[in-house]
């Protein structure tokens, strides 16, 4: 059981308990002090573990364990359901189901059903090997907003304490996916919006912070409210890298072009004009003017020019000045519509008029699924204006709190590749459904008709597999789970130990000949760009080499002591060593699994 909250929530910085009577730079900036305020919670330092029940694919009551526990860490197998291919029609589009993985190998559009952060673990494992422009570009989160209501979909009534350490884990890993231009954008309420600022800051870097996005989710007044009716959420916009990444504009609107007139002819087309008159006196900017008619003008009191007189000059050659359809009106500046932006820049507040609200979602998934409604779906409108603004064609979206499928079905309908994941039967129940509608073209919902969206695309369906580890209930024994094969788990472990595991050739081919019973080498590359390797190297069931004698310890010590970065080594074996204590090095570290992994796990 998780333990009670008790008490509230506790934000530390540097110099917390000192005031400042004399501003000293070296008393509040040292090599100790606390980059950004931490928020400090019960269990902290612990992550959160829960059985699936896969009943209703819901998560049991979850428990603490240590971060370094392998139920929360392992990455694991992804298992292929079933493929969707558009099949072109005379008339639209027909839908094909493929029943092998190989028939969709071409596909990059999954949907993973399973719980998220152990589908992040495994996600990791692959886009680790990826180059950054193969990443992630965009991520988008609508998870449970911790209100103290509970919806139907899925539990949002977690305390505190739990909510943050489930966000703070999933954040973490999330991090990682992004390419380094890409963003990732949270929705949120009043309720945990200021933690989740402070928690993003800590995973992120409160440089990387881009915006907090007002979205006014409704459209009329809650008037049986106690305090304040409640009327927006919050969009909390962070960068992997700021420096490195920019929204796109916003389309500019046909009211905006409209302002944009020729009164004169201009050969260089539509023009707006503004005001040549600055609210202050520059000297250089106080000089009279003679319009075309002959009028004489000047600056009215308090007030200048805004150009000097010589650049007044070049601007009335260059036919740049407007006096007004007779010519005696006070100079004003023409702006020409073909040097304005391509697009506009975006505003922090989002009205429902522009993206949409709450009831616009239900009705969009009602229409999908008559019986069953969800309480907080985002609406199409909304979540096509964040993946205009953080994505181009082509690029990879990606949510791991799927709901109704929103996400996936704008990011399809906008030519975007996408990644999914939902725990909840509602992967099967509304997800498949919907992104079946939008390949064949029958979804007429949201923003297809503004995008001329006709069908087509396809898109994998994965179930997260099962651990590398089995646990006996009635005992707590455990062993390996040998069916997932021996590659896989030496793989795995690494993995779930984070790892990186590459193609590192450093074995002569004659060490280990036989592949099958090749060791799994990983790197964990530390900032002084110096690595500890890991090997795991495991005896299966039906494996004769019960022992590493002490020739092959030395052999692998060795081979790997000569790479350039070399700090140390770590070998996961559950085979016997012979290899006496007191002749290990200092930079060896031999773990017995299963059993160092077993005894390390906690309820």
């Known amino acids: 059981m998780a333990k009670k909250y008790k008490g509230s929530l506790t934000l530390d910085w540097f110099n917390k308990q000192k005031a400042i009577v004399n501003l000293d730079e070296s008393s509040i ?7 950004a305020p ?16 896969k009943d209703d694919g819901k998560g049991n009551t979850p428990y603490w364990v240590n971060r370094d526990d392998i139920r929360v860490k392992e990455a694991r197998p992804l298992v292929f359901q079933k493929g969707f291919k558009a099949v072109e029609q005379e008339k639209g589009f027909s839908i094909k189901e493929v029943e092998k993985e190989e028939d969709v ?5 999954m949907l993973i ?25 965009c991520i988008f989160i609508d998870p449970p907003y911790n209100t103290g209501s509970a919806f139907e979909q899925y539990d949002d009534n977690l305390m505190h304490s739990e909510w943050l350490t489930l966000m703070r884990d999933r954040l973490n890993v999330l991090k990682q996916l992004l390419s380094e231009d890409g963003s990732i954008w949270i929705t949120i309420d009043d309720d945990e919006s200021h933690y989740l600022k402070v928690l993003c800051d800590d995973v992120f ?8 996005i007002i979205w006014q989710k409704k459209f009329s007044p809650q008037n049986d409210a106690k305090w304040f009716s409640d009327m927006h959420d919050h969009i909390l916009v962070y960068a992997k890298d700021k420096e490195n990444w920019r929204p796109n504009l916003l389309p500019r609107t046909d009211e905006m072009d409209s302002r944009y007139k020729n009164l004169d002819d201009d050969p260089r087309g539509k023009w707006t004009s503004g005001d040549l008159l600055r609210k202050d006196v520059q000297k250089s900017g106080v000089y009279t003017i003679t319009t075309p008619s002959g009028r004489v003008c000047n600056p009215p009191a308090g007030t200048s ?11 009335l050659d260059d036919n740049r000045l407007w006096f007004g359809k007779n010519g005696d009106g006070v100079p004003r500046l023409k702006r020409f519509l073909k040097d304005v932006k391509s697009g506009i820049t975006p505003l922090t507040i989002w009205l429902y008029g522009e993206v949409g609200h709450n009831q616009d979602a239900k009705k969009e998934v009602k229409e999908l699924n008559e019986d069953d409604v969800f309480d907080t779906p985002k609406p199409e409108k909304l979540m096509q204006r964040i993946i205009h603004l953080a994505t181009n064609e082509g690029d990879l979206v990606f949510d791991c709190f799927g709901g109704s499928g929103t996400t996936f079905a704008v990011a399809h309908k906008m030519n975007r590749k996408w990644i999914g994941v939902e725990i909840g039967n509602h992967a099967d129940t509304h997800i498949i459904s919907r992104m079946k509608g939008v390949i064949n073209g029958t979804d007429k ?8 969206w006709q069908g087509g695309g396809s898109f994998k369906y994965y179930h997260l597999g099962e651990s590398i580890i089995n646990v006996d209930k009635e005992t707590g024994k455990g062993e390996f789970n040998w069916q997932l094969g021996k590659q896989f788990i030496q793989e795995s472990l690494l993995l779930s130990y984070d790892f990186v595991v590459q193609d590192i050739n450093v074995f002569p081919a004659q060490i280990f000949p036989d592949k099958q019973n090749q060791p799994t080498v990983g790197k964990l590359i530390g900032s002084s760009g110096k690595s500890v390797y890991g090997i795991a190297t495991l ?3 039906n494996d004769k080499e019960a022992v590493i004698s002490n020739e092959d310890v030395k052999t692998i010590y060795n081979t790997l002591k000569n790479q350039e970065d070399f700090q140390s080594l770590v070998i996961y074996t559950n085979k016997g060593i012979d290899l006496a204590q007191d002749t290990i090095p200092e930079d060896l570290d031999i773990i017995k699994v299963p059993n160092a992994i077993f005894s390390e796990l906690e309820r």
């Open 38 to 53: 931490l928020i400090n919670w019960i269990n902290k330092d612990e992550a959160l573990f829960y059985d699936l029940n």
């Open 113 to 137: 059903k399973g719980d998220n952060l152990l589908v992040l673990n495994t996600l990791k494992k692959h886009f680790d090997k990826l180059p950054d422009n193969e990443k992630i570009k």
């Open 445 to 452: 919902i949201g923003i297809t008709e503004s995008v001329n």
């Open 305 to 315: 020019w805004r150009v000097p007189e010589y650049k007044y000059k070049e601007l």
């Open 539 to 541: 005896m299966s069931p």
């Open 205 to 212: 870097g409160r440089d990387n912070f881009v915006s907090n």
């Open 105 to 109: 190998l071409d596909t990059d559009n």
């Open 29 to 35: 900036k040292s090599e100790s002090d606390i980059p």
